[in-house]
């Protein structure tokens, strides 16, 4: 695969590479094209240098044997970024990162599959982070963000949707789902909305009051 940075603009969504499951290699292209930052997270530096891409900065606590020289070698220039905080995960680090930096947005692959904890912590954790950066965590069957209160998109009939509220959401209103909402509430563990799906070509609107609600575009 070659590297990245068709055009260097930071309204831009930068990439943050995890280490969770791989995704296609035809997803990573899409997103790398239009990155102007590429962040790979520890551990996960190996497997994305096997595939060729350009990374401008490696971050993470480095808590194994870590030879610096070897990666700024592989991928001159490369800034290396050391956030031993324990309490946070590498992944947070790189959101905090972004934002000391003035970014507004991030796609973020490879954040899911493999274990478990990891998938639900990297997907809930961005609630965290609702007024300070766009996130959108892709793999080859999902795309998950954040909604704000009010949520409106053009989609083709018969999209799934899925709508997980992180904790308790109240107020929620749907148009043009199969399932609709009407004022009711969702409650992580009691009820969600999964597999939803769009009745019709055309606008799909989600609001709601309170609480943070994920969308999850779903295939198969």
């Known amino acids: 695969m070659s590297s990245h940075h068709i055009v260097r603009d930071d309204q831009e969504p930068a990439l943050i590479i995890a280490n969770g499951a791989s995704c296609s290699e035809e997803l990573i292209g899409q997103l790398l094209e239009w990155s102007p930052l590429v962040i790979v997270l520890d551990s996960a530096i190996d497997r ?14 480095f808590d194994r044997d870590f030879d610096a020289s070897y990666y ?7 800034k290396i970024v050391h956030t031993p905080d324990q309490d946070k995960t590498d992944l947070d680090k790189a959101f905090d990162y ?6 507004k947005a991030v796609n973020v692959i490879w954040a899911t599959g493999k274990r478990a904890d990891h998938t639900i912590t990297n997907i809930t954790n961005i609630v965290a982070y609702r007024n300070e950066l766009k996130i959108v965590v892709l ?5 998950v963000f954040l909604l704000q209160k009010k949520y409106e ?18 107020g929620i209103t749907t148009k043009n789902l199969f ?9 992580i563990g009691y009820r969600t909305g999964s597999s939803n799906h769009v009745v019709e070509d055309g606008i799909v609107t989600i609001e ?6 994920l969308l999850m575009e779903c295939w198969d």
């Open 208 to 213: 709601h009051q309170e609480g943070d609600l």
């Open 98 to 103: 972004l934002i000391a930096k003035g970014h």
């Open 72 to 78: 700024l070698e592989k991928q001159y220039p490369l």
């Open 139 to 143: 793999d080859d069957h999902s795309k």
């Open 48 to 61: 994305v240098i096997k595939l060729g891409i350009k990374i401008d900065v490696l971050l993470g606590d």
């Open 179 to 187: 399932y609709p909402l009407n004022n009711e509430e969702l409650i």
């Open 153 to 170: 998109k053009w989609y083709p009939k018969n999209t799934t949707i899925s709508l997980i509220p992180i904790g308790k959401v109240t």
